[in-house]
C-alpha cells in the first residue's frame, strides 16, 4: 500500500477515467445535465437581469404594472428555473447510475477475483478484510462519481466567467485569476497531508471489520467461555484506534474546506479595494470592477463543487489501491485443455508428491514448511483404499493434492493417467468429488446445497439421501427439500451436514470419491448404513477414505499408513496389524483400552 | 422466549435520533459552544456577502461617485469577517469530527458488546455478515451523515434563521410570501422523507445480504472449487450485487425527486417574490433598489432550504443505519446474566441437578421431556443417545446457552439463572464439537482459556493432556500460527487445541460435546485418560458417539427421544440388553471390523 507516497492528481485521475470507461453513457447523460444547470444557473442572473431592466423597470417608473408584464416577469423566471431543475434531474439520476452500476461491476471483478485465485491465496488474506475490498472499498474508490458530474458541468461555467473578466479588464482579471492557483496549492497541500490518512483510515476500517467478523463466527466459544469483555476489549482496542484516525481526517478536512471557501472571497475583497482605487484614478469604470467581482462569487461556487471532487480523490485513490491488489493478485492455478473421460472408474495416482505450505512466524518472518514427504500413493479404478494416521500426520492435504485443491511442490497427481495440471478448468471436479473433513453448506435449500446448480431431479435428490441416511430427517424439516438451510447450515446438526455433504458427492455419481473423515458427526450405526448404502450404489467407483474405525477400514481393499507427512507402510489390515507397530496402535486403541477398563474392574470387582 | 435480532428497528426518524443520541452521550458533549460556533460561522456566512454587497452599492457605484476610503474600510472589515469565519468553521469541524468520532466508537463498543449478551438463539437467528456491518457500515453511514450532513444542517438553520431577519427588515410582506411559499415544501417533504427513509432502510438490508453472498465465495472457497461450483456461486453474488444497485438507484431517484421539489419551490419563489414585488414596487411601497436587495436575501434564504433537503435525504440513509444498531442494542438478552443481583458461586466440586426440564426451541416441537437428572460432584458421566435424541441440547442447557421452557437447571442447588455469568463460566466450560479457533498463535488461543497463563502453563497444559509430541511436530511450536478460524490445522488438530484451551481455563465442571470427534483413536485415548487423571477432583459430563467415552466414564446416560430411558455404569447397561447395549454392540463392531 503506498501510504507514503503521496498519490498524484493525475493518477487519480486516472483512476476516474477507469470507472468512466465502463459506463461511458451514463457519465456523459449526467454531465449533459450538469451542463444545462450549469448554464441555466447563469442564465437565471441573466433573465432576472432582463426582466428587470424590460418590465420591472418599465412599471416602477410608470407607478403601474400591467398583468401581461406579470405573466412576462414569472414565465422568464419559472422557465429559466425548470429547465434548470430538470437539469439537476438528469445530472443526479445520471450520475446515481454511473455510481451505482461501475460499483456494481467492480464489486463482481472483485468477488469473480475471489472465485478465482486459489486457496493459497484465500489462506493468506482475512475473510474480513476480503469482505470490506469488496463491499467498503469499492464504495470508497467511485464514491467520487456523486460529485464530479456536477463538477465538469459546472466547468462552462469556469470558462464563460473566465472569458467574460478577461473581456472585461485583463488587469482586474489577472488579481481574479491569482484565485485559481492559491486554490490548486491549497489542494496539492491539502492531497498530500490527506492521502496517508485516509488510507490509514481506510485499512483500520477494514482491520474493525475483522475483529467483528472473527468475534462473531467465534460468539459461541466466546459465550461458553465468558470471554465477552476481553472481545469487547480487542473490539475497543482497533475502535479507538480507527476514531483517531478518522478524527485525523476530520482536522485535515475541516482545515481544508474553510480554506477553500474563503480563497474566492479573498478573491473578491482583492478585486474590489484594488478596483476601487483603479477607479478613482480613473483608469476603470465602476461596472467594470463589479462585473469582475460579480464574476469571481459565481465562480466561486463551481470551484467549491471541484474542492469537493478534489476532496474525494484521496479515498478514491486509497480504495482503488485496495481494489486493485485484488484484481491484481496472480497465482492463479493454471489450466489445461485435457478433458477427463466419463466411464465407470478413474484410476488416482499420487506420485513422490511434496508438498509445503507458507507459514509465518510471530514476527511476520515467511518460511515454507514441508507438510508432505515424497508421498506416492495409488488408488487403481474402482479400489477402495484407506488413509489411515494420527492427528495432524497430513491426510487432509493428500486428499486436497487428489483433488488438485492444491498443487504438489515436486511430483505429480493424476486421474487416468493425465496429470491434473493438464486438465481444463472444472475437469477434475466433472468426475471426482470430495467430502471434506468440515463441510460447508450455502445459506440456500437443501434441494440447492445437494444439486449446486446442476440439472438433477428429485428422484434422484432422494435417491442421493438415502444413500447418505438422510432421508429421515429431511422429510420431517418443515419444507422438505425446499427447506432453507441457514448461513453456513446453521439449522441443522453437525452430523445432519455431514450426511447433505455426503449426498452432495453421491448425487453426482463420481468416478473417484474421496472422503475425508466424513462420518465424524454422524452415529456409528448411521455410518454403518451409509458405508453398505454407498458400497451398492457406488459399484466401480473409486473410493480413498480417511478413516479412524475400524468398519470402515475394513471396507477398504488396500490401507496406506501414513506419520508425518510420509508414507510409513501400506498392505491389507492384516499385514499393517502384523508389521506397522504405529497403525496396530491407533487401530486397536479402543479395543485396547475396553481391554484395560475390563480388566480394572474386574480387579475392582475382585477387591470389593 | 426467545427473540431475533430486530432487522431494523421501529422507531421514527426523531425517536431514532434521540435513542441514537442517547446511546452516544458524546455527541452531546460541548454541543453548545460548537453550535455558537456554527452560529458564528452562519452569521460570518451571511454577512460577507452582504458587506460585499453593500461595498460596490454604496461604495463604488455610490451617487458621489467611488469612494476608495469606504471601499478600504469595508474590505478590511469584511477580511476580518472572513477570517473569522474560517477560523470558526474550523474549530466546528473538528470539535463535530471529535464528538461523533467519540460518540460512534461508543456506539460501535454498544452494539458489538450487546451482539455478545444475546443468546446463542438470537445469535444464530442472524447472519455473521449482516452482525458485522451493524457494526461497522451502518455506523459509517451515520458517521458520515454527522460529520458532513449535519453542520451544514445546523449551519442552513442558522442561515435561514439570519436570512429571515434580514428580510423581514427589507419588507415583511414579501417575507411572507417566501415563507407562504415554502410551507407546502415542508409537507412535500416531510412525505418524501417515508419514501426516501424506507428507500434507504432497503439499501442497508441489501448491504448485508451482499456481505452475506460474498462471505460464502471465501469461507467456502474450498468446497466450491471442490465442486467447481464457481460460476454458480458467482451467478448468486450477482443477484446479490444486483439487488444492492437497484435499490440504491431506487433510494437515489427518491432522493433526487425529493430534492428538486425543494430546488423547483426556491425557484418559483424567487419568481413570485419578483411579481409581488413588482407590484409593491410600482405601487410606492417598495423602492427598486429594496426590491434588488431583497432578491439578493431571497437567494441567501433558499440556498441553505435546497441544502437541507438534501441533507434531510442523508439523514434518512443515517437514520436507517442507526436503526440497525439500535435494532441489535434494543434485542433484549434473553438468556441474560444478572449481573451484580447474582449469585456467584465459590470453586469447588461442583453438582448439577435438572428438575423437570423440557426445551422446545421457538416454534418448534419440544425436543426434551421433563428430565431429571443430578450429578454428583466429581464423577465422569458420559451422555449418549443416537443423533437427535437431545443430548447437545442438554449440554446447551446445563452451560447456560439457553434457558429450559419449563423446569430449572442447579448448580450446587442454585438456579443457573440466578448465578452471575462471570462465575457461572469460570465454573462450567463448554467445548464444543466445532471449537472456533482465532487467527493467531497456537499459544495465543490456548491461552484464550486463561487470559494470564504464560508459555510455561500452556506448555504444561499440553504435556498433561499428552500432546507435546503433536506440539513438536508443528511447524513452529507454540508459536505456530493457525490460520483464519484455525484453517492450517486438520480438524481434528483443532479439537485438541479447544480441549487445551477449556482444560487450561481449569473449571469445576467441564462438558464435552463431541469434543475429540476428528481426533484419531489412540490420541482420544490418550487424551481420554489424561482427563481422568486430571479431572479426579473435578465432574466431567461428555457427549460422544464414540462408546469408548462411555467406557471410561463413571456413569452413563442414555437420551433416546428427549427422555433419559437408561443410567448407570457402562458395565451394567450394557447386560441389561436395552437401547445402551444396542448402541453398543454397534459400536463394538465397528471396532473390530
Redesign the interface.
Known sequence: MSVDVAPSLRRSLGIVAVGIRREPRWFAFAVAGSTVYGVMTVL?AWA?GK??RE???P??A????SAH??RV??AW??G???V??VG??IR??AA??TM??V??TF??EV??Q???LP?SW??RH???Q??SN???DVEATWNVFAPLPMALGVLIMLVAGIVQMVLVDPVMALIGLAVFPALFLANVVFQRSMSPKVSRAQQL?AE??EV?????????????????D???RR??EV??R??AA??A???T???F???I??IP??G??AV??V???Q??SGALQ??A??QV?YLI?VLAFPVRALGWVLGELPRTVVGWDRVDAVLQARGELPYGSAKLQRHGASDSRLEDVDYS?D????DGVESR?QAIHGVSLEVPAGATVALV????SG??TLT?LT?R?VDPDHGTVSLDGVDLREVRR?G???VA??V?????M??DTVRGNIA??ADFDDAQVWQALETAQATA?VRELPHGLDTRV???G?SL????RQRLALA?AVIRRPQVLVLD?AT?????????AILAALRSSSDGTTVLVVA???????LADRIVYIE?GRVVDQGS?DELQERCPGYE???T??????AE??AM?ADEEVTA | MSSTIDATSRLGTLDTLRRGVDLSPELRRGLGVTLGLAALTTAGRVV??FV?QQ??DH???GKN????GL??R??LL??VA??I???C??A???R???AS??G??SL??RG??H???LS?LT??SE???S??SR???DV?TI?QFV?FGGIILILSLGQIAVATALMLFYSPLLTAVVWLCFVPLLFVIRRFQTIVGRAYTTVRER?GD???A?????????????????????????EA??A??VA??GA??RS??A??SG??V???T???V??V???Q????HLT?GK??AF?FLVNLFTQPVQQATEILNELQNAVAGWRRVIGVVDTPADVADPGEEGEVLPRGPITVDFEGVSFAYPGGEEVLHDIDLSIAPRSRVAIVG???SGK?TLAKLL?R?MDPTRGRVLVDGVDLRRVR??S???RV??V?????L??A?LRENVR??R?GATDDDVRLALTELGLDA?LS????GL???V???G???????RQ?V?LA??YL?DPDLLVLD?AT?????????RL?RALEGLTRGRTSIAIA????TA??ADEVVVVDRGRIVERGPH?VLVRQGGVYAA?HA????????
Open positions: 437565471t432576472i426582466v428587470t418590465q420591472v423597470q412599471a416602477v410608470a407607478g403601474h404594472v408584464q406579470l416577469i414569472f423566471v419559472a429559466v428555473v425548470l434548470n431543475v439537476v434531474v443526479r439520476i446515481g447510475f451505482y452500476n460499483a456494481a464489486r463482481r468477488t469473480r475471489y472465485l478465482r486457496l484465500h489462506h482475512p475473510s474480513g476480503l469482505l469488496a463491499n467498503a476500517r474493525v471489520s467483528a467478523h472473527e468475534s462473531f463466527e467465534a460468539a459461541l466459544i466466546v459465550k461458553s467461555m465468558g470471554r465477552e476481553e472481545e469487547a473490539f475497543e475502535t479507538r480507527l476514531q478518522n478524527v481526517v476530520g482536522r478536512r475541516g482545515t474546506d474553510p480554506v471557501e474563503a472571497t479573498l473578491t475583497l474590489l479595494a478596483g476601487a482605487r477607479v478613482a465602476p461596472a470592477v463589479v467581482a462569487s505450505y507459514i509465518v512466524d510471530e514448511f494416521g494420527p492427528t495432524g491426510k487432509s486436497n483433488l485443491l472444472g477434475v471436479s466433472e468429488a470430495l471434506p473433513q468440515q463441510t460447508f450455502f445459506d449446486l446448480g430427517f441457514g448461513e453456513r446453521a446438526s453437525g452430523g445432519q452432495r473423515d465424524s458427526a454422524v452415529d456409528p450405526s448411521v455410518e454403518q479412524y474405525r475400524m468398519s470402515t477400514i475394513t508425518a489390515h496402535r491407533l487401530v486403541a479402543y479395543v485396547r483400552e475396553a477398563r475390563a474392574a | 460577507v456577502p460585499v461595498t460596490t461604495g463604488l457605484l461617485g467611488p469612494d476608495p471601499v478600504t469595508d474590505v469584511a477580511l472572513v477570517v469565519t474560517a477560523a468553521a474550523y466546528v469541524n473538528v463535530l469530527f471529535r468520532e467519540a460512534l466508537a460501535r463498543l458489538f458488546r451482539m455478545h449478551d446463542m445469535q444464530n447472519r455473521r455478515g452482525m458485522v457494526v461497522t457500515s459509517d458517521s460529520q448491504v451482499l456481505l452475506a460474498v462471505s460464502e465465495s471465501v469461507v467456502g472457497a474450498a468446497t466450491i472449487r471442490a465442486y467447481g461450483v464457481e460460476e454458480r456461486t458467482a451467478t448468486r453474488i450477482d450485487i444486483e444492492h444497485r440504491s438507484i437515489q431517484v433526487v425527486a430534492f428538486s430546488q423547483l426556491a425557484g418559483l424567487l419568481a413570485v419578483l411579481v414585488g413588482t407590484v414596487a410600482s405601487a410606492g427598486l426590491l434588488l432578491l443416537e443423533t437427535g447437545s452451560t446457552l455469568f462471570s457461572l463460566r469460570e466450560v463448554l464444543p464439537q466445532e471449537g472456533f482465532f487467527d498463535t484464550f482459556g487470559p503433536w511436530g508443528l511447524p513452529q508459536a505456530t500460527e490460520g483464519q478460524r484453517e492450517s490445522l486438520s480438524a481434528g488438530e485438541l479447544a484451551r477449556a481455563a463431541e470427534s476428528a481426533v484419531d483413536p489412540s490420541t482420544e485415548v481420554q458417539h464414540r462408546l469408548s467406557e471410561a458395565r448402541l454397534s459400536w463394538a463392531a465397528q471396532q473390530r471390523g
